[in-house]
């Protein structure tokens, strides 16, 4: 099994996190948070111009067909920039709507990056549902298209707004994929969180270098440079995992990378909180975006406890 990018992926990385970069996505995030969509809406589509949503859409409705690898690349540079919305949800959408009436209805724009769609499992909150075009719910009878969301509910995550869908509405389909849609979902997610926790070792090494104690580097002494250590051996042991589930797409493994990679990108958060001393408390200062994504998606389609018993399920019954 091959875990090395290839040229044309870490091209594809380079290219999509210059991009971001560029976008300078913290006041976008910001503006996220406090319901001002605008800003995040034209970086959506920048996004959907870089092929990252079609990445999850057959060719055949304008799509690159699907390419778990490439997507899980792409992720993992919205993660490192923190870029708010339904990414994943979105994804998952393009799972939910394969019969061939409803891709040919709504493909081409998830594709293209003109859609924004969110996913609500069975009575649990939308992510987005307040800016979402597509609002699609998991019920008992089948896969709904949501007339409405409801207000926006306190999040741990500002930028990640949650909202009850409104019931009822067209039923698209009784007998969607769900399975395989948790599956890309989870994967996205787990990306995201390694990109999250690579943003936040980054910050941190950088933050270190800078602060002064004892007129010499904070980074300098042994017992931080040991935090930092284990925050990059939890990220980089995350990585293997997160691409060899993007090639098998194995719901154990995939299980297993959004685990691994959403702990370690909570132990970087917790890290990064504790060197940058009182001021990673503060809501004003920038770390606080990544600290608390990392804590929200830790629990996003899947809690670690879940995780962890769909791995060891598996472990026992190919014993």
Not at 46 to 55: E, N, P, S, T
């Amino acid at each position: 099994m091959r875990f090395l990018l290839d040229a044309e992926q870490r091209a594809f990385a380079d290219s999509l996190g210059a991009m971001l970069t560029a976008a300078r996505t913290e006041p976008v995030v910001r503006d996220w948070s406090r319901g001002e969509h605008g800003p995040g809406r034209s970086l959506w589509r920048r996004i959907g111009d870089a092929g990252v949503f079609a990445l999850a859409v057959p060719e055949e409705y304008g799509g690159a067909g699907a390419r778990p690898v490439e997507l899980a690349v792409a992720f993992v540079e919205l993660g490192r920039h923190a870029v708010p919305g339904p990414l994943a949800e979105t994804v998952g959408a393009a799972l939910l709507l394969r019969e061939p009436a409803l891709a040919k209805r709504f493909l081409p724009g998830l594709a293209a990056g003109e859609t924004m769609a969110t996913v609500a499992a069975f009575g649990t909150d939308a992510l987005d549902g307040d800016s979402a075009d597509l609002r699609l719910s998991l019920t008992a009878d089948g896969l709904r298209l949501s007339p409405g969301a409801g207000p926006v509910r306190a999040s741990l995550d500002p930028a990640r707004r949650l909202t009850p869908l409104a019931p009822g509405g067209e039923l698209l389909t009784p007998a969607p994929a769900a399975g395989r849609a948790l599956g890309w979902i989870r994967l996205a997610t787990a990306a995201q969180a390694l990109g999250v926790g690579c943003a936040l070792l980054d910050r941190t090494v950088e933050y270190v270098g800078q602060r002064t104690q004892f007129g010499v580097p904070v980074g300098s002494f042994q017992a931080v440079k040991h935090q930092l250590a284990d925050a990059k051996v939890a990220l980089e042991f995350a990585r293997p995992l997160l691409f060899g589930a993007a090639l098998t797409m194995r719901p154990a493994d995939v299980a297993a990378a959004k685990l691994t990679a959403c702990e370690a990108a909570y132990t970087t958060a917790r890290t990064a909180l504790h060197l940058h001393g009182a001021i990673g408390y503060t809501a004003e200062y920038g770390l606080s975006l990544w600290l608390t994504k990392a804590r929200a998606l830790l629990a996003a389609w899947g809690r670690p406890d879940e995780c962890r018993d769909l791995v060891l399920a598996d472990g026992l019954s190919s014993r």
